[in-house]
Each structure stands twice: as structure tokens, then as C-alpha cells.
């Protein structure tokens, strides 16, 4: 059973940073890893992604500001938020693609205060 765990997340002001991280149990190999993100009374949407041997994707509205990056030996995908917005306040929820399924972690919250 494929488990994924954040952490990371919290409080900052406006035009600072936090890393999130996601580490994988259960599994490895995983085709994509990312984070996706819902704010309240919004869709849930994607912020980043990465293939294995591909290049990282991002929503165009992080593009700059944030990096996603993994660590294959940790079983692990990270979230380096710099210059956070308050649009960016949201739970962001970790996701992992393997074997045709996604997998999502509990969530952590985000919130930017201006």
C-alpha cells in the first residue's frame, strides 16, 4: 500500500518561503510525483509535477517562484515555495502516480498573510 507523508507547511508573510517535502512508503519506481493545491471554495489544481527522466512542470501562476525536486534513494519529492503570494494560501496535497493509480497525502496547509 502506497503511503505518502508531508510536511512542511505553516504560516509566513508575504514574499517568503517554505519547502515542503513528501516521502513515499509502500513503493517505489513511481512514474510522477508533484503537489496539487485547493484553496477554499476552488477546484483542486496542479502546481508541479515530475516524471521520472522528464522535465519538471508547473502551473504558469508559480512558474519562477517555485521548484519541485525529488530525491529517488529518500523516496522523496520536495516544494521550494520562494516569494509566496497570498493567492498561494491553500492546502497543497502531494500525489503520486504509479502502476495506473494516483496516491495523495493527507494535506498541509499553506497560508500567506499579506
Known amino acids: 500500500q502506497v503511503q505518502l507523508v508531508e510536511s512542511g507547511g505553516g504560516l509566513v508573510q508575504a514574499g517568503g518561503s517554505l519547502r515542503l517535502s513528501c516521502a513515499a512508503s509502500g513503493s517505489t519506481g513511481f512514474t510522477a510525483m508533484g503537489w496539487h493545491r485547493q484553496a477554499p471554495g476552488k477546484q483542486r489544481e496542479l502546481v508541479a509535477t515530475?516524471?521520472?527522466?522528464?522535465?519538471?512542470i508547473y502551473t504558469d501562476s508559480v512558474k519562477g517562484r517555485f521548484t519541485i525536486s525529488g530525491d529517488n534513494d529518500k523516496n522523496t519529492v520536495y516544494l521550494q515555495m520562494n516569494s509566496l503570494k497570498p493567492e498561494d494560501t491553500a492546502v497543497y496535497y502531494c500525489y503520486a502516480f504509479y502502476k495506473a493509480n494516483n496516491f495523495w497525502g493527507q494535506g498541509t496547509q499553506v497560508t500567506v498573510s499579506s
Open positions: 515530475v516524471t521520472r527522466g522528464g522535465n519538471p
